[in-house]
């Protein structure tokens, strides 16, 4: 009985250690509010808004397009190199936007790479500017839209490779022609999942830090850090981050319940799959162009212009600091997808060993954590540890704050629900069966964990070890809050590089990141591969 | 020749290197006239319902719908510019738009699309489920919600491929009376293909036999 109990128990726990810094910064709220209030409120506050504002429309707006259009494209025609489109479309994924923002002022500043190759082939002037300035608010979209635009894409294309042929020819015959058929049938089918795809976006957007942070736009990201790094305000800096995430908060709401249309699915068991309509001559150039531009901007640009710097530095890049940051890195990344694996095992397990309705929501509010931005759970973290501190080792000064202990748990609140999402899938593999079969055998408990279900779940849990692995190595805002003094990963060397604008010598932190972002990747195409009806 | 609504001649048809599914097709259909081709399953018959709609291109000769050339070696009209009603098993439609939408959404701007469907719900004995979902109905419902969306742009034309063999018999058989009294009302001509011989009966005045791809 004490063992089920304890089983139950767990989720209770982690969530309580989950919540507790969103917790922190939502009561803030209830606090003291300082003078600064009156200086935001006067001069920046509405800037905050209108800045963060225009930025998730535009970059909503260029997603919906991009990732809908690229979906449909690939989804239903024929053309040459969709095969290769279908997945190399998820590739920008791979580049954090910061890093796109650092290469696309590297190539686009007045004197950046690709005006001085422009001056360069017509023999211009030294002062003529060919691109406009990257450093703007049109800028930002342009790099928001670009890397995060695979969100729409990957919903759109699971919901429209299932949607019916029959559906697509009826649609045919009552009178609509290709194009109509896309946004008067296939659109509004698909809208559920488009929305939950632009939410997503949105939510990245909004949570972002480096890419903003470097174009100089001030939202509310960069308000919160200006607040607590330039006014040492705190208390105004969490009441700021509950704003956003309250905002936040909103965006999740309505992309989790969109994911829920069932209405707009056809449950019709004489389903027959979609097939491809050859495309030939100009027809197909377009096509091709379509899906091969965002690839261009979003993920070959970045990365030709990240090798052609990391070749101007020769192999100078790869010294002491390099290598110190690289092994930060990994031990820290290493570390959370270890313990995301485990403790993802140890709560399904809980969940499969004593099924209950609560519990399992429970363990579904666990994952809420990737949702929340890196900047305001680092704000919540901080301030946990000095309550923390002052509650554990009041007799000493500082022992949790500023530590690698904060940081690993905000990593782990953070990207839990990925290494959640391999496990949960891997135990859906596992027939209910087997369990009755040990059970019979009597083995129960922690031996059925070790003995029955650890062995059968190898490769989920090292899919969930990687997938954590890749996201801790691209977080910014929170490593570098919490990171501990003197402390540096990949992440923070390539901003602080970017940020003294010795553009050269970001370059191999953050060819290292996207190599590494690259992992996840590499599943997801292999399962876009697999995952035609035919 | 006037009276035809839909001539075939010479049709052939394969699906890519494989043998020919439809053979030397040769088809006249008058204007209200109602046919049915009867065959086994993999005959071709199906095919043909597809080559007529413009679903499929065939490989060589000539479908003409009212004296207007649809398909032959240098012209190939897009199927949505056929004016031709389709109703398979499958009834495909549209699960986010209401009983009412899905019955809209053939109907060009410039026509009364609240007379067109009032009457066709009331024709088609379906007037309570106008603000229903898909999925809020029978599978015979729905069978009739997707005869009405084909007949509302009043096609010149309306293909059947087998639309009612999901559904049980007494479900079937008050389906083939009603469907067909409403097509003699609206006086469209009809091409239905079944494998069933009542179904035939019933529903067309002309019995056609098919098979490995021919008119026999």
Redesign the interface.
């Known amino acids: 009985m004490n063992t089920i109990s304890s089983w139950r128990l767990l989720p209770f726990a982690v969530l309580i250690i989950f919540t507790a810094p969103l917790v922190i910064v939502l009561s803030s709220l209830l606090g003291n509010y300082s003078d600064n209030w009156s200086h935001l409120y006067e001069f920046v506050l509405l800037d905050y808004v209108n800045s963060s504002l225009i930025l998730v429309i535009g970059v909503a707006f260029l997603v919906f397009i991009i990732g809908t259009v690229t979906a449909w494209t690939v989804t239903n025609y024929n053309f040459i190199g969709k095969d290769i489109f279908e997945w190399a479309l998820i590739l920008p994924l791979s580049i954090p936007p910061y890093i796109l923002a650092y290469t696309f002022t590297g190539l686009f500043d007045p004197y950046g790479d690709a005006n001085n190759l422009i001056r360069y082939l017509f023999d211009l002037s030294s002062d003529f500017v060919f691109f406009p300035n990257v450093r703007s608010m049109y800028g930002a979209i342009i790099v928001f839209a670009f890397t995060l635009y695979p969100y729409v894409y990957l919903v759109s294309r699971s919901a429209l490779i299932n949607q019916s042929k029959s559906m697509k020819e009826a649609s045919r015959l009552l009178g609509l022609n290709q194009v109509q058929v896309f946004y008067k049938l296939a659109l509004p089918m698909i809208r559920p999942a488009v929305i939950a795809g632009v939410m997503l976006v949105i939510m990245e957007t909004l949570s972002d830090f480096g890419a903003v942070d470097h174009f100089a736009i001030e939202t509310f990201t960069t308000g919160i850090f200006r607040t607590w790094y330039g006014l040492y305000d705190l208390q105004t800096a969490m009441q700021l981050a509950s704003l956003l995430l309250i905002i936040v908060g909103v965006f999740y709401l309505i992309e989790k319940n969109t994911r829920g249309g069932s209405i707009y699915t056809s449950n019709n068991s004489n389903f027959s799959p979609n097939l491809e309509d050859n495309l030939q001559g100009f027809k197909a150039l377009i096509a091709f162009l379509i899906c091969f531009i965002p690839i261009f901007i979003g993920f070959i640009i970045p990365i030709v212009e990240l090798s052609f710097w990391a070749y101007e530095v020769n192999l100078g890049f790869f010294n002491d600091r390099f290598i110190s940051n690289a092994m930060n890195t990994l031990s820290l990344s290493l570390g959370t997808g270890i313990i995301c694996a485990g403790l993802a095992l140890l709560i399904n397990f809980s969940v499969r060993f004593k099924p209950n309705k609560l519990v399992e929501k429970l363990s579904s509010l666990l994952s809420l954590g990737y949702a929340v931005p890196g900047l305001i759970l680092a704000v919540g973290m901080v301030q946990l540890m000095v309550y923390l501190d002052t509650f554990l080792f009041s007799s000493l000064d500082i022992v949790l704050t500023g530590s690698i202990f904060g940081l690993m748990i905000a990593y782990v609140i953070k990207t839990y629900a990925l290494a959640n999402s391999s496990i949960e899938s891997g135990y859906q593999r596992i027939s209910n069966s087997m369990d009755e079969s040990s059970r019979l055998l009597g083995i129960s408990g922690w031996r059925m964990l070790i003995n029955v279900h650890s062995p059968l779940m190898k490769t989920a849990l090292l899919t969930s070890v990687l997938l954590v692995m890749s996201d801790v190595v691209k977080e910014l805002p929170a490593t570098l809050i919490l990171r501990p003094f003197n402390f540096e990963t990949l992440a923070v060397s390539t901003y602080t590089y970017a940020s003294e604008e010795r553009m050269l010598q970001a370059a191999a932190p953050a060819i290292a990141i996207v190599i590494i972002g690259l992992i996840p990747i590499i599943f997801l195409s292999k399962m876009i591969r697999s995952s035609r009806p035919n | 020749m006037d009276n035809l609504i839909l001539e075939i001649k010479e049709l052939n048809h394969a699906y890519g290197e494989s043998d020919l599914t439809i053979k030397d097709l040769n088809l006249n259909i008058s204007i209200g006239e109602k046919v049915s081709i009867l065959g086994p399953s993999g005959c071709g018959k199906s095919t043909l319902l597809r080559l007529i709609?413009?679903?499929e291109k065939p490989n060589s000769g000539e479908i003409i719908k009212k004296a207007e050339v649809m398909t032959n070696h240098k012209i190939f009209i897009?199927?949505?510019?056929?004016n031709?009603?389709?109703v398979?098993?499958?009834?495909?439609?549209?699960?986010?738009l209401s009983v009412y939408e899905n019955i809209c959404?053939?109907i060009?701007r410039n026509k009364d699309k609240n007379k067109i469907v009032s009457d066709l719900l009331e024709l088609l004995k379906i007037d309570s489920l106008k603000n229903k979902?898909?999925?809020e109905i029978s599978g015979g419902e729905q069978q009739r919600v997707a005869l009405a969306?084909?007949l509302a742009?009043n096609p010149d034309l309306l293909l059947l491929d087998e639309p009612f063999s999901?559904l049980d018999e007494e479900l079937r058989k008050t389906l083939y009376k009603e469907v067909s009294e409403v097509c003699s009302e609206k006086n469209s001509s009809i091409l239905l293909v079944t494998h069933d011989p009542y179904e035939a009966e019933v529903m067309t005045d002309k019995q056609l036999r098919m098979e490995n791809g021919k008119l026999i």
């Open positions: 709609a413009g679903l897009p199927p949505e510019k056929r031709v009603g389709l398979v098993q499958e009834k495909a439609l549209f699960p986010h959404f053939g060009h979902y898909p999925h969306r084909s742009p999901a």
